[in-house]
């Protein structure tokens, strides 16, 4: 990996590897878990900002950048399902104080309460809420976003391969699929969660013809090779 990635990269990688490496579990606790985290945070955007900063725009960068806006569309997805029950969506108990807060949970879990306020007031509108977190091009963590951000970096690294061109215009369908999206449609309680769900099949099928497309030739052979006698590299005694 050493030779993809720049010096800034690996450095930063090495000094955070030595400093957690000579942490204990104890040592965690004495810190705490929220502090913890925030390393961990700090840590993963640092690495991103320097590949974005001192990398050269090819495959590897690419690569990176698959993995990381795959795991978002993956996670923007598991929020919405966890936060669904959480949600109170009948129409008696819109607007009141617990209804807002949930919305505004939803909004902090993906790092968007301050750029919703910024998008469209302080005030909290479900339906805007939905758009703003899966339809929202122009903020980083809506999954329109990252899907259109994957689908180019899909784009960059594909190649003649069936699986690949496949997963290519997976990607392209997902993403008009999430801009034709009604999120007044969506908020109805009788289709709320096989929408969340259907959504979560699509992040997951991206998933596996990633892996299909490009690591599936680097799994080991599930036949064990056998050596012909005397082909050690190392003479055995």
């Known amino acids: ?4 990635i720049s010096e ?11 400093e957690f490496a000579s942490l204990s579990f ?22 991103h900002g320097l590949a974005d900063d001192t990398m050269i725009r090819g ?43 949930q919305w505004q949970a939803l909004l902090r879990s993906l ?25 929202r091009d122009d903020f980083p963590r809506s999954l329109t976003c990252a899907i259109g951000d994957l689908a180019g970096a899909v784009a960059q690294v594909s190649g003649s391969n069936p699986v690949q061109l496949r997963l290519e215009r997976d990607v392209c369908s997902f993403l008009e699929e999430l801009r ?12 709320f969660e096989d929408q969340l769900r259907r959504l ?20 080991p052979s599930s036949e064990p090779v056998t050596a012909a006698p005397g082909s050690a590299l190392v003479p055995q005694q």
């Open 1 to 4: 990996m050493r030779e993809h």
């Open 8 to 18: 800034e990269m690996w450095l930063h990688l090495n000094r955070v590897h030595l």
């Open 26 to 47: 104890g040592g965690v606790l004495r810190i705490g878990r929220s502090e913890f985290n925030r390393q961990i945070e700090i840590f993963g955007d640092a690495l």
């Open 59 to 101: 495959a590897p960068w690419s690569f990176l950048r698959i993995g990381k806006l795959a795991e978002r569309a993956s996670m923007i997805c598991r929020i919405l399902e966890i936060k669904r029950k959480a949600l109170s969506l009948a129409p008696e108990s819109e607007g009141a104080p617990l209804d807002v807060h």
């Open 111 to 135: 790092s968007g309460y301050e750029p919703y306020r910024r998008a469209y007031d302080a005030r909290i509108v479900p339906q805007q809420v939905l758009e703003f977190v899966l339809q």
């Open 180 to 191: 034709q999206l009604d999120p007044d449609e969506l908020l109805d309680r009788d289709s």
């Open 200 to 219: 979560d099949r699509r992040c997951d099928g991206i998933g596996e013809g990633l892996e299909l497309g490009y690591f599936t030739s680097l799994r």
